[in-house]
């Protein structure tokens, strides 16, 4: 990999540091020469503080570690992105992210689908809404949905009607959601158990 140092006429680089698995951007910090070869060695990510004038792995003092995962290079070889499986918050204010962001898990629109579903289940209208409706039901109707949209998923995967599949599996997927709501859980509690399995 190769890194321009002598870019900027300070010998330092910006390092942009982003969770591996959430892909939240964490912080923003710099290295120099020493400190990236540090962080490969170390598999802790190391800075060059520009107030300590000095090496610091992040985590040295409050052991909320940032364990490397890869870092390369940007187009122009003067930026590092730096990926990694942080230990506790980032920011030394005790947030996730130095943008005091928390870093949970996001699966883009479908979490933005979740947090509808939990607003439909929880409006004061059933009437308006299919959602809560079929919450107000119960739980054994919305197993049986999950139920006959997985057999009509079963159907069409077996025909040649690739809009007509897709139809049925993202009706699928929508009436799982729901009865994942239904349970008391949701996609990051899939997620860990799928992370369980992949250790």
């Known amino acids: 990999m190769k890194v321009n140092f002598d870019k900027n006429n300070d010998g330092l680089v910006p390092a942009i540091?982003?969770?591996?698995?959430t892909r939240k951007v964490l912080m923003l910090g710099y290295m120099n020469q020493e400190a990236l070869e540090t962080t490969q060695e170390t598999k802790k990510v190391t800075f060059y503080?520009?107030?300590?004038?000095?090496?610091?792995?992040?985590?040295?003092?409050?052991?909320?570690?940032?364990n490397l995962v890869s870092v390369q290079s940007d187009c122009d070889s003067d930026t590092l992105?730096?990926?990694?499986?942080?230990?506790?918050?980032?920011?030394?204010?005790?947030t996730d992210t130095c943008w005091g962001e928390g870093n949970d898990p996001h699966f883009g629109f479908l979490s933005e689908l979740e947090k509808v579903i939990e607003q439909r289940r929880t409006s004061a209208d059933s009437s308006k809404s299919y959602v809560a409706?079929?919450?107000?039901?119960?739980?054994?109707?919305?197993?049986?949905?999950?139920?006959?949209e997985a057999v009509e998923t079963v159907i069409e995967a077996?025909?040649?009607?690739?809009?007509?599949?897709?139809?049925?599996?993202?009706d699928l997927l929508f009436h799982y959601l729901i009865l994942l709501q239904a349970k008391?859980?949701?996609?990051?509690d899939i997620e860990?158990?799928?992370?369980?399995?992949h250790k």
């Open 192 to 197: 860990a158990e799928l992370k369980k399995r």
């Open 49 to 66: 503080s520009r107030t300590k004038k000095r090496l610091w792995t992040k985590g040295e003092e409050s052991g909320n570690f940032l």
């Open 17 to 21: 540091v982003q969770d591996a698995l």
């Open 133 to 148: 409706s079929l919450f107000e039901k119960g739980i054994n109707k919305i197993a049986q949905k999950v139920g006959e």
């Open 81 to 94: 992105l730096v990926l990694v499986h942080p230990v506790g918050p980032t920011c030394h204010k005790g």
């Open 184 to 188: 008391g859980f949701s996609l990051k």
């Open 158 to 170: 077996k025909d040649d009607n690739d809009d007509l599949f897709l139809y049925e599996s993202a």
